[in-house]
């Protein structure tokens, strides 16, 4: 990767986490994963993009980014059987190449969206080039996809079973116009031993929140 996403981390003590009958449940089963799908407004998002000619996709993802940083139940990832809050949630997603196939870009965050927009950019066009699949190793990412084509309303992940993983993912979908407002469906998945319904609303608060305000902080 052509950029170092920083991996700073507390690992919570079990012992007094309100939530370890949860965490003791769920990380047994084979897919702990539960998830949502929702229409956000994402209109000021997308009119700021546009204004100043930056990728709508890339500042969709900051601003989910930014939700998921304010979101402690995002931060927290399953290492080796334990629970590890993370400083900072980067971003990762798939990225089509000239050839028909897809790469992996892995995004540094950064709290303004032209620092990230920046970056990013350079990040997908470095993977647009190359054709092999890179993979972040760490765990303090969001996997990221988008579906440009469908105004989806339920969505499924490949997954492999054998390998542990409790990064959440998030999928975009076709944005629509209707009434001067553009929205889109977006899908939401999380490990349950981490986060349960409610936390994935406190995201989605926090996410339409930033969507409304493309240039804050």
Known sequence: MAKELSESAVRLDLNT???????????????PYHGVCLRVDCTGTFDYSKEH??????????????????????KLRVVNGEVWRYETIHGGSAVGRPNGTIGFGHYAYYPRL????REASVEMERVRKRSDLERYAGQNIIRYSVLPWFDFTSVSHARDF????????????????A???????????????LADGSHVAEFVQHFEQCLKMPESL
């Open 179 to 193: 009434a001067g407002r553009r929205t889109m469906p977006v899908s939401i998945h999380v490990h349950h031993a």
């Open 53 to 74: 000619r930056i990728s709508v996709f890339l500042s969709l993802l900051h601003r989910s980014l930014s939700a998921a940083n304010k979101t402690e139940n995002f």
């Open 162 to 177: 054998a390998v542990r993983d409790s990064a959440p993912k998030i999928t975009f979908g076709k944005i629509t116009e």
């Open 17 to 31: 986490w309100n939530r370890r009958s949860l965490f003791e449940l769920f990380n047994g089963y084979r897919e």
């Open 114 to 117: 032209m620092d990230f927009v």
